[in-house]
């Protein structure tokens, strides 16, 4: 027996806003579904963070017997090691959360409905915040027993170097997932791989000043070299260099845009040459 | 407000050499429900996927429900909807989960009360909280149905709504399309292989090969012109390019 109902009495006729929160809420539900339905993506989450800062927490035990810089500063790899993750999972963040939409088929799904690219890569962004969060905060939270070190005692320069890493890697990330939509899923590696050339420049465990002269203006065009210098000088000498947060701020901005721009132009080839009904596994 | 729900005028789409759809030019009456009948490659597909905005064609305008879809398509979004073999839900989301996403981004109203009915409508609140993954080729046509019916669209196209489908779900399939566009008023564009499918749903056929509209009329209209006792043998005909009568209102 098949019955129907009959229309709702205030059918919706909405019009075609430019942004709506609804949408973009919408997006980070799908991707909240997806990361509570599977507890092992939530350990494996937590895991390689943590992992990561036991190796560097121990190392650093062993380097603080061994040399007095490193006993002055102490905590600095582990301070190093948790934020480059933070770069690192936001950058993965954006771009397996892409990549599920591609892999599940959906993208004709999606774009047949009212939601606009741009709300996607809001709800990207908004989802690798989280992800970032849901894996990084256990390892900081570990490092106070395990080493005796906080890096929450950095106080608020704490939440600037963390936003401004979010904001990095999340644009390359967006880069990223465009170069996928571009190339399709052959490209896909590159997720993961993209954020580690950044990481030789951006100084995480070594001061910029070591990289070659030529090679420190390249390093200082990097949001992220700015972070970790900044950060150095906060564990080290207890201060916050403003102008270094001002130089990071400035080119999250630029490479912000950039990467929403990559992600924008390649999902407008896509609709072009057909891939938002073919891609997929 | 147009009395058309679909106008295409010169569209096409060529990939490099590749023509796949030709200067097609054709209206859909509001409240009709019109067939694309082709074979594989004819431009079927292609040519549901330029009417939904997911592709961007090479020449021609395109109307939708009174939107021009090339520069305004976010207008008219929210009023149609659509299913196809060719796109899936997320596999891992359960199916309650997937109907929950989906009716957010289509702005309805009260997601949970609309899911809800059409949980009990089209059969599958039985299988709400199982992922989408998991479900039998049928539960997942009568799932992406649901979803295709979430904001209650005045236009909507389905590519191939029986593919893989049971003699006795795709009967159910079509049953319920009929009564749904009989309590909407919605006009329906259906891309499809099955003459039966066609013949007993459809007001008007658009006969598609390589990329151009060949022949259109009731399916009635086709079968008595082509002098033959079946659309698929009129089909047969078109698809073997035996001599048949002048089409009606070719382009």
């Not at chain 1, 993208?107 to 969060?133: D, K």
């Not at chain 1, 200082?220 to 070299?225: E, N």
Request: net charge neutral; proline share 5%.
């Amino acid at each position: 027996m098949v019955s129907v109902r009959p229309p709702a009495r205030s059918p919706i006729r909405q019009p075609g806003f430019l942004f709506s929160g609804r949408r973009v809420s919408a997006m980070v539900l799908r991707y909240f579904y997806l990361l509570r339905g599977s507890l092992p993506r939530i350990v494996e989450l937590c895991y390689w963070p943590t992992m990561q800062m036991m190796i560097w927490g121990f190392l650093s035990q062993f380097l603080y017997q061994q040399s007095e810089w490193f006993l002055r500063a102490g905590g600095i790899l582990i301070a190093a090691v948790l934020l480059w993750d933070i770069m690192f999972r936001s950058n993965i963040g954006v771009a397996i959360s892409f990549l599920e939409e591609m892999w599940s088929r959906n993208l004709g799904q999606l774009f047949a409905s009212p939601l606009r690219p741009y709300e996607w890569a809001i709800s990207l962004l908004a989802i690798s915040g989280l992800r970032t969060l849901i894996g990084v905060l256990p390892a900081a939270l570990l490092a106070i027993p395990l080493y005796h070190y906080s890096i929450f005692d950095m106080g608020l320069p704490l939440v600037a170097f963390f936003t401004n890493l979010l904001i990095f890697g999340s644009a390359v990330g967006l880069a990223v997932s465009g170069l996928v939509l571009r190339f399709g899923l052959g490209a896909e590696s590159l997720a993961w791989a993209a954020i580690f050339a950044v990481a030789p420049l951006s100084g995480i465990y070594y001061p910029v000043s070591v990289l070659p002269d030529w090679l420190q203006p390249v390093a200082f065009a990097l949001p992220s070299a700015h972070v970790f210098e900044g950060m150095r000088a906060a564990v080290i000498d207890g201060v916050f260099l403003t102008e270094r947060f001002l130089w990071s701020v400035g080119l999250n901005v630029i490479y912000l845009a950039l990467g929403m721009a990559a992600f924008l132009f390649a999902f407008h080839v896509a609709r072009r040459r057909g891939q938002l009904l073919q891609m997929g596994e | 407000m147009s009395q058309y729900a679909i106008r295409v005028d010169g569209l096409a789409k060529h990939f490099g050499k590749i023509v796949a759809v030709d200067s097609l030019t054709f209206d859909v009456r509001e409240g009709e429900i019109v067939a694309l009948l082709g074979g594989n490659g004819a431009g079927k597909t292609t040519t549901i996927s330029m009417l939904l905005g997911l592709l961007i064609p090479t020449a021609g305008s395109l109307e939708v429900l009174g939107v021009d879809m090339l520069r305004h398509r976010y207008d008219a979004l929210p009023r149609l909807n659509f299913s196809s073999p060719y796109v899936d839900l997320p596999k891992r989301l359960t199916v309650y989960e997937n109907l929950m996403v989906y009716a957010r981004l289509y702005g309805v109203a009260d997601p949970r009360a609309r899911v809800a009915d059409l949980g009990r409508d089209l059969a599958i609140d039985s299988f709400m909280k199982r992922p989408y993954g998991e479900l039998s080729s049928g539960q997942k046509t009568r799932v992406s149905l649901a979803k295709s019916l979430l904001n209650e669209p005045d236009l909507l196209m389905l590519d191939e709504p029986t593919a893989s489908l049971d003699p006795d779900t795709a009967d159910w399939v079509r049953t319920y399309l009929k009564t749904y566009q009989d309590a909407h008023g919605a006009t329906i564009l259906l891309a499809s292989h099955n003459m039966h499918e066609v013949e007993r749903l459809c007001d008007n056929v658009l006969m598609m090969k390589e990329g151009r509209i060949v022949d259109r009329d009731s399916p009635k209209a086709l079968v008595s012109r082509y002098g033959r006792a079946t659309l698929e043998e009129v089909f047969l005909d078109i698809a073997r390019g035996r001599p048949g009568p002048e089409p009606v209102a070719a382009q």
